[in-house]
């Protein structure tokens, strides 16, 4: 897709564009020529507001006033709602997401390239998205739309080509296909099934999130009301809802990057954390996945040697003030090889890895730091269905040996299928927990909407 986009230049071949032969130069020349693309990995300035980073690719003379208008217009109108004046860095990822593709479709391009637009969307947000790219070509716009999960590309698409190792494995109808058949095809064995298992059931109480406000640092973010939560050793609580409805901001509270004025709000088995730290945390023994891989999980420039370093207690690679770099390669390569990352090398930078490639090295780099309590968001995000699986069971693993696990996904049938109780977060606020075979999709969605009541403290485990 980046050689159709002119941000790669191929070494052999030719694209015909419209039946005539081009060299797509450059990405200015590809939205030239009517090829609009939204990229995994977003490219938006993060201090700029959502009006300043649209108008950057906006004919000369453009009008603020009438743009933001046209903004808000097409958002509605699509149902992909973007506040014009939001700053981009105090958004969730499924709202930055939200502004590329609504940049791209100003650009009105004949041909719309869509690397896994719904990696971060909810069930009911994917459906509109459907109708409007139904809508698209219907009126003639070609659609490239990249994807791991199967069942979207049954649903949506005419005609799927499948890769496999950067080779080109079959070309089919996909309305005549199953799930189990395009994966297949897609990693050349069948896929391995979950084995969820049981749960330890130890019972200790290992994350505690009590009583647990916060107010928003700014005015596009959320406040958090009373958040109570438990999750016990042995088990995987889940927590779903649309973005943007403070996941961020309590996986903040979770982590560390934000300290409670209280220390009891989060406790980390046993001990009062919530004015603690990243590194003290860490050295609890809670592990944590963000959702944002460039920049928050990994440092793009830095080779995955260092970047496999970044959160390892140092006293595991540090001797005498000095890092023993044939330890943290020897780690770095265990992710690679356990994690199978492509290509299999330590030496290349993160940001030369695709989207999943780098998800499955800061995965693997998290869960090999054998940790007490792992707080997971979007874990398998743009992943295959054979590595998003691997992970799944990985996962499930560390549960049964008695590890707390909290995972934050807005991808329902993940959570259903992994975990043993969900809560769901709408307007800062948190449902209670029900096991999962106490609930379904239609409940979770109404949760979603916020008709629910905060959770008391003393219901936090029930």
């Known amino acids: 897709m980046k050689v159709i986009y002119g941000v790669a230049r ?56 009438e743009l933001a208008a046209r903004i808000s217009e097409l958002s509605q109108e699509y149902g992909l ?60 716009h070609s659609i490239l739309y990249i994807s791991h999960k199967l069942h979207e590309i049954r649903q949506l698409c005419d005609t799927a080509t499948i890769l496999r190792h950067g080779k080109v494995v079959a070309t089919v109808d996909p309305r005549q296909e199953t799930d189990a058949s395009l994966a297949h095809h897609m990693l050349g064995t069948l896929v391995p099934s979950l084995s969820k298992g049981t749960s330890a059931e130890s019972g200790a109480q290992r994350l505690i999130v009590e009583s647990l406000s916060r107010r928003a640092e700014t005015v596009h973010g959320v406040d958090l009301e009373n958040i109570n939560l438990t999750v016990f050793g042995g088990e995987i609580l889940g927590i779903a809802g649309i973005t943007g409805n403070g996941q961020a901001e309590l996986l903040e509270a979770v982590s560390g990057e934000w300290q409670s004025p209280s220390a009891r709000n989060v406790c980390i088995d046993g ?34 040697v260092k970047n496999g370093l970044l959160t390892v207690q140092v006293g595991k690679f ?57 707080v997971a968001a979007q874990p398998t ?44 977060m709408a307007n800062g606020r948190i449902s209670e927990a029900r096991a999962v075979g106490e609930t379904s999709i239609a409940e979770i969605g109404r949760l979603m909407s916020g008709e629910h009541e905060p959770v008391p403290a003393n219901a936090a485990g029930a």
Request: net charge neutral; charged share 20%; proline share 6%.
């Open 271 to 304: 001990t009062a954390a919530a004015r603690l730290g990243v590194t003290r945390r860490r050295r609890l023994g809670l592990v944590y996945i963000p959702e944002e891989r460039l920049g928050q999980g990994s440092v793009p420039g830095m080779s995955l």
């Open 318 to 374: 540090v001797r005498w003030g000095v890092i023993r770099m044939d330890a943290v390669r020897q780690f770095a390569s265990k992710c690679i090889e356990e994690f199978d990352v492509r290509p299999a090398t330590y030496a290349i930078s993160a940001e030369a890895l695709s989207g999943g490639n780098l998800q499955k090295f800061i995965v693997g780099r998290e869960l090999l730091q054998a940790p007490g309590v792992v």
């Open 381 to 424: 995000w743009g992943l295959d269905v054979g590595a998003a699986q691997s992970i799944r069971q990985i996962l499930l693993k560390l549960r049964a040996s008695g590890v707390a696990i909290l995972v934050i996904s807005e991808d329902l049938d993940e959570l259903l299928e992994l975990c043993d109780r969900i809560a769901v």
């Open 10 to 65: 191929p070494d052999a071949g030719t694209i015909l564009w419209e039946g005539k032969p081009e060299v797509v130069g450059s990405p200015a020349y590809a939205r030239r020529l009517g090829i609009g693309m939204v990229f995994q990995h977003f490219s938006v300035f993060p201090a700029l507001t959502v009006l300043e980073n649209i108008l950057l690719l906006s004919p000369k003379g453009t009008r603020r006033q």
């Open 81 to 140: 709602p973007v506040n014009p004046d939001a700053t981009v860095g105090m958004l969730s990822v499924g709202e930055r997401q939200r502004v590329e593709i609504v940049r791209c479709l100003l650009q009105e391009p004949k041909l719309l390239i869509l690397d896994e637009p719904t990696s971060v969307l909810t069930p009911q947000a994917i459906q509109e998205l459907f109708v409007m790219l139904t809508r698209l070509a219907d009126a003639g």
